[in-house]
């Protein structure tokens, strides 16, 4: 039998006590099909019964971040929204006019950041890249 992913041990792996909310905030983040801003997952949390408002929820996500279970994404309209952080390496589209975002697969950058350590003397620990332009429905 294939055992079901379970949350708790991604806590429990990082040295964070499990709580009610942690979990929420993992388990939306882990749904999500794109990016969660603290806003919606202050909603998926009161959703499924658990009370929590905007300021714990931002301090629960810098934990997670800080853990490497959540990872910060930055549009260019400036808001911070947060990703699964065990998902593969992927990167987004946005689009412009619906606002739609997209999962973008197959990292073509990881030659580039080796060239970069090699010759520049860098370390890198990511690097976020994001497309933005129209997506199919608009395009119609
Ligand atoms: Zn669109
Ligand atoms: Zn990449």
């Known amino acids: 039998m294939i055992k079901k992913h379970d949350c708790k041990e991604e806590l429990r792996q990082v040295n964070l006590k499990v709580t009610p909310a942690r979990l929420g905030v993992l388990a939306a983040l882990e749904s999500a099909s794109s990016p969660l801003d603290t806003g919606n997952l202050t909603s ?3 959703g499924h019964g658990i009370k929590v408002d905007r300021v714990t929820v931002f301090r629960i996500i810098n934990i997670l971040t ?3 279970l959540a990872k910060p994404v930055l549009f260019d309209d400036g808001k911070l929204r947060y990703d699964y952080g065990s998902r593969p390496e ?3 589209f946005v689009c412009e006019k619906c606002g739609r975002v997209e999962m973008v697969s197959n990292c073509v950058l990881k030659p580039l950041e ?3 350590q090699k ?3 860098f370390f890198i620990r990511r690097h976020s890249l994001e497309f933005f332009g129209l997506c199919a429905k ?3």
């Open 44 to 46: 998926y949390l009161s």
């Open 66 to 68: 800080d853990r490497g």
């Open 90 to 92: 992927h990167h987004h």
């Open 114 to 116: 080796k060239k970069l």
């Open 119 to 121: 010759t520049k003397g």
């Open 138 to 140: 608009c395009l119609k």
